[in-house]
């Protein structure tokens, strides 16, 4: 019997509890993408006002650079780790702003094309990690978690399979160690193969989207390369991101008939429940934005509150990713990961570029 003396907590100061709870990790993201945008700010003025030509290295590296620096030396206190947390929210935020710059004619850009390029990124990546899970001896559950994360989206795809093939932690552990250590490189490496090779921003952009796995890393891919390219990227990447719900309902129903279950009964429910929401608020704040519902005044503001949701994400890029933590998970799911990875980033370049000389891509 419950003392009468004894007031249950309202459910209104539980949540407001939980609120204070994540200031401290937003206000570490934002003082981290600030920083990042100070640093900016300070070498271009440093160059002008003393006529040296200086590096443009724009405030999204700056903000994943000191977020490592971070998570990799002092390490992120326990108090700022809730809202910290909170960096794949101001993503999917950010994205759903960033819908004002899209009018559907725009979407529509990316094309047929681009859009048979997600359909065989999907099936080549699901096929070649599948293969190398199994000739490298990982478990069925790991590797199909790694086939999962590398063909849509990443940590929020290998999160959403969880529960629908049935593994236990240690392998989500292990698929996500792999896919942060793999999207961290190629934050660097994907630019520098872009200058290199000359790609223009809107094949840059598709490349981004079809062979980055976080949707994060992807959209700062393509930032870190050009505007123009960012947005290509992140039509790239949300188009494959929508098809999270159908991939993890196959691979559902695959493991509910080898474990002799009855499978999934409701897969409308099952396909809405997996499905990214922001990618519809995306899709409607274009479509509002096509309407003439906005003004400029109004287009500008909601851009402008893009950038500073993406701000804080590029901070919590840098600090999520912990390179002490990432090596405890071992060598085999990197290994496989680095090798299926490279092989996806191979085929879609060349598929890119193959597009952009012969398809008038770009």
Known sequence: MSDPAVTPPHPDDSRLMGFLRLLPGIALLAAIGLLGKLAEQSISSYGKSHHVALPNIEYVLWAILIGLAVSNTTGIPAVFRPGVATYELWLKIGIVLLGVRFLLGD???????????VAIELAVSI??????????????????LLAIGSSI??????????????????DVAYAIGAILALGAFSLFAFPAI??????????????AGLAVDNTAEATAAGALYSAEAAKFAVLAKTT????????????AIYWARKSGGAGVENKAAFLWQKFPKFVLGFLLISSLATLGVFSKPQ????????????????AGVGLQTNFKELRKQGLRPLLVGAVGEFGIAALTLCMVLGAARYLNLG
């Open 153 to 170: 989206c990443g940590v929020s795809a290998i999160i959403a399979a969880k529960g629908a093939i049935e593994a236990d932690d240690e």
């Open 107 to 117: 979407v529509a850009k990316l094309g047929a094309t681009s859009l048979v390029f």
């Open 240 to 251: 494959r991101n929508a098809t999270i719900g159908f991939v993890v309902l196959a691979y």
């Open 299 to 314: 287009i500008t503001d909601l851009a402008n509150l893009s950038r500073w949701a993406f701000l804080l994400t590029f």
């Open 194 to 207: 872009g200058h290199a090779l000359g790609v223009s921003d809107h094949a840059f952009g598709l490349w």
């Open 127 to 144: 096929a070649i990690m599948t293969w190398l899970g199994r000739a490298l001896g990982l478990s069925p559950e790991l590797t199909s």
